[in-house]
Structures are given as structure tokens and as C-alpha cells.
């Protein structure tokens, strides 16, 4: 099967051919061995981007594509009983299986979620401190990444921050990103994401970029803190927290 052509912002960046019932569909199925399957190579992933984030004491903060929900029980003990975490997800059963993870520690109240597609937020405009999505940016078709961070960027307050965690194009050279993207291309049912030029994909949609970590799971992995312009959030830059490592997502 062969892939349309890709977008001036990705460019060589693969298309996703799976239709949202058909995404929908392979998470509810895989749902009960998702965290066998990744745990392992996604969690230090996971845990850099937490501390990226920073989440503190009584801020609010959203999640798309939560999973199983380890980093939504992280977030809800960061933001502490006066804050509030949000999600959403696609597949019903990560979202059951997100609830029962809370409630099993006791956090279900702190939490709010819910089963829909990121492309919509049902949220307000300026509501949000802090949001953060890992491995769930790659999954949208190139078309659809600016508008999904376009959202983003109207829910979050000026100054609210934002943590995207995703396999990046930067130095996607190797054999192994090769093949990864040639399954993808071939299968795209079994192999719904791809790398994608991810540093840019936040900065082309408004926000400023303090910082981007670069990771090596089996392929590249980006993980990029971008910042609503305006007064809000956490303060001024602070050059310790929001230092740019000036990576720049560019051939
Ligand atoms: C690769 S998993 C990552 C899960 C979690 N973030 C983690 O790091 O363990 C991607 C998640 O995004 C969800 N997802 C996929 N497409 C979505 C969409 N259009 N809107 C919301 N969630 C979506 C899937 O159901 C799945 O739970």
C-alpha cells in the first residue's frame, strides 16, 4: 500500500492510514497487555517527560492518549488534593483500565476522564495549567498534528506549559527506524505510529520551546516543554527549569 504524500510541515514524514474505529479498535484489544509490551523501553520515557512537566501542588493538568494510566496516578499525586488532572483517550477499555488504576490508589476524585478523540477538546478555552502527551502525538495523521496542538494551545492558559513526548525524524536514520517505517508503510494496522519532526510540530503551532531532551529508546525519542505566550503559568523563564538545549528539528 502505498502512502499519500506528506505535508511542507512533515515533510518525509509517513501518513497514517488507520481510521479512528480502526485505532480505537486495536487499543481496546490490546488494552490488558499494553504495559507488557512497552513498559520496559517507554517508562524512563514516561518518567523524564513527568519531570519535565514539573506538575505542582494544585494546578491543573490534562493528558491525551493516557493508556493504561501510570503517568495520569503521577500527575494526580503531583497536583495534590487541590488540583485536578484531565484525560481523554480513544479506547474505552484504557479508559476503564485507567479509573481502576487511580481508584486502586486512591486518587479517582482527583481525576476526571474521558473516552473521545484528542482532535476535539471538550474543554474550556485558558483552562488548563500544564498538559502532556507521550507516545500519542505520532499516532495522528500529519494533517491532523497541527490541529491537535492547536487545541492544546486553546485550552492551556497563557503561560501553561505542555510536554510532548514522541518518536522525532531528528537522526531517524539508523537501520532500525528504517524498518521500523517500513512496517508502518506495509502494515499499517499492526504499526500505527512513526517518528515525526515533533520539536517543530509544538513550535510551528505557537508555543515557545524552553527544552528538548533527547532519548534513545529502540528508535529516537524527543521529548519537547513548550510554553503558552503570555502572562501566567509558573512565572518568567527560569534558565535552571526552562533552559532550550537548541536542538533543532532540521536536516
Ligand atoms: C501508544 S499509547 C500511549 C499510552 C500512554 N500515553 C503511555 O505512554 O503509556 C497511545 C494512547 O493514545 C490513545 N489514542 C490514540 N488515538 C487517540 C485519539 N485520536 N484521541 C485520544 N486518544 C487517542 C490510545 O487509545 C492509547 O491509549
Known amino acids: 500500500m502505498k502512502a499519500p504524500s506528506s505535508t511542507p510541515l512533515q515533510p518525509d514524514v509517513l501518513r497514517v492510514l488507520q481510521s479512528k474505529s480502526e485505532t480505537k ?32 501542588k494544585g494546578e491543573t493538568v490534562l493528558e491525551i492518549g493516557f493508556g493504561s494510566g501510570h503517568c ?63 507516545f500519542t502525538l505520532e499516532l495522528f495523521d500529519t494533517p491532523e498534528i497541527p490541529k491537535v496542538l492547536r487545541e492544546c494551545k486553546r485550552v492551556l492558559r497563557p503561560g501553561g506549559r505542555i510536554v510532548v513526548a514522541s ?50 529508546m529502540w528508535v529516537p525519542v524527543a521529548i519537547v516543554l513548550g510554553t503558552k505566550p503570555g502572562k501566567g503559568g509558573r512565572g518568567p523563564y527560569r534558565p535552571d527549569r526552562d533552559r532550550d538545549e537548541g536542538d533543532e528539528d532540521v536536516h
Open 25 to 56: 479498535a486495536f487499543y481496546n484489544k490490546i488494552s490488558r497487555v499494553y504495559d507488557l509490551l512497552s513498559d520496559r523501553s517507554e517508562a524512563p520515557v514516561r518518567e523524564a517527560a513527568l519531570r519535565l512537566l514539573a506538575a505542582a
Open 167 to 216: 518518536m522525532t525524524k531528528k537522526e531517524a536514520r539508523g537501520l532500525v527506524v528504517r524498518a521500523f517505517e517500513w512496517t508502518h508503510r506495509h502494515f499499517p494496522n499492526f504499526l500505527d505510529c512513526r517518528p515525526i519532526y515533533v520539536r517543530r510540530a509544538v513550535e510551528e503551532a505557537g508555543f515557545k520551546v524552553r527544552r528538548t531532551i533527547r532519548m534513545q
Open 72 to 134: 495520569l496516578v503521577a500527575l494526580a499525586k503531583a497536583v495534590g488534593p487541590t488540583g485536578k488532572v484531565y484525560g481523554i483517550d480513544l479506547s474505552d477499555r484504557m479508559v476503564e483500565l485507567a479509573r481502576k488504576n487511580l481508584a486502586r490508589e486512591r486518587l479517582l476524585a482527583r481525576a476526571d476522564l474521558v473516552c473521545g478523540d484528542a482532535s476535539s477538546l471538550p474543554y474550556p478555552d485558558s483552562s488548563l495549567n500544564g498538559l502532556f502527551m507521550c
